[in-house]
């Protein structure tokens, strides 16, 4: 096993900073779909056939569609120089990540061409069943790389976030090409995932990343690594059910009813979209109650389980809280642009506190363990 080794401040910065370039990557793409902007563009990855389009600058629709192919794009540039940054320790090894992106454009270059045939059915079928055939080499290099080559989990995790990024740029040119909801679905719900990792990566970065676990008795541990795995289901299913919400029906609410649907409680599930958005509000519900829930029970245990686990659940609440004024706000103000992008942008945030907590509840340690940490540090 290999010993963990912090990674050196400017690559924890430079972590950070792609974690905040994500984030405003993902309140973009929320704004291009709020503002129903994600097809104003037909081809992919070009605009109009250009790297800039005509008059991108002078209309919102273009601009926040255009700006948010760039900002991806950005995305993709640094989580390259973040792989690089871990992984890169000689020319040899410069040749190999060389190799895998080349292999990675020809990979998205197959697709792009899927993509551009609009008329032979057939032809497009072979082009995608070539890029899924190429796509194969750099998955199972990492696959391979991970189980056999004595990489750190920072390696690892940084070239998971490459192939992620190259992925969710797939993803998003299907979108496009394609004309599909559902790879719009995919895509949004991807960009959350791969939000994770990066979460993950400014974590194991971290000096504490050896004693990052909530300091708990076993029979403890094993509630709080329970209780945050069903968290991160649980609010994963919530995004599913918002994403599908807005790419299936983007022009207006399917009901207008603040706490029913349909002036029921259960309406009937004829309609796809009013059986959607009962759904994400029951799941709000859900949710609310299951960390309610982890409050009240980290309170009662408070002498077992660590102080952390208690503060990250109350601060949980608190932003669940806001997500169900911002939810109910969005109905009462027939989705309003603003509102609207901040619940999905504090949406993410409630997904990246339970995806930390999972982490720390999963990674947790015996309280004996803690203590005997703290004191060789002091």
Known sequence: MIRHTPASRPFR??????????????????????????????????????FNPPGWLEHMIPFLEHSHRLLAKLVGVLVLSLFCWAYVRSWKRALEVFVLVVTMAAVL???????????????????????????????????????SRGWSLLQKLTGLALLMVTTQAIFGGLRVTEISNAFAVVHGCFAQAFFCVLILIVMVAGREWEGDGYAAPRSERRFLKATGV???ALVAMQLI?????????????????????????????????????????????????FVVGM????????????????????????????????G?????TGKSFWITNVHV??????LALAFVFAVKAIRGKSPDAALAKTGRRA
Not at 303 to 321: E, F, K, R, T
Not at 328 to 332: E, H, P
């Open 13 to 50: 910065l430079f972590a950070r900073i792609v974690v905040v370039v994500a984030i405003l990557l993902v309140w973009w793409g929320a704004a291009t779909t709020t503002k129903q902007a994600g097809m104003v563009f037909t081809d992919w990855p070009l605009s109009l056939g250009s």
């Open 109 to 147: 270059g197959v697709f792009i061409a899927a993509g551009n045939e609009r008329y032979d059915a057939a032809q497009k079928q072979r082009w995608l069943f070539l890029g899924l055939g190429l796509a194969t080499l750099p998955i199972g290099w990492l696959v391979w790389s991970w189980r």
């Open 230 to 232: 069903a968290l991160v």
């Open 241 to 289: 059910f918002g994403a599908s919400m807005r790419h299936f029906h983007r022009h207006s609410l399917a009901d207008d009813d603040l706490f029913l649907t349909r002036g029921q409680w259960i309406p009937s599930f004829e309609d796809p979209m009013i059986a959607l958005l009962f759904l994400h509000k029951f799941t709000a519900v859900c949710l609310f109650l």
């Open 295 to 326: 409050v009240l029970r980290l309170r009662v245990k408070a002498s077992l389980s660590d102080v952390a686990a208690g503060h990250h659940a109350v601060i949980l609440l608190g932003l669940l809280v806001g997500q169900i004024v911002l």
């Open 328 to 332: 109910l706000s969005v109905i009462g």
């Open 345 to 350: 942008l504090n949406g993410l945030a409630i």
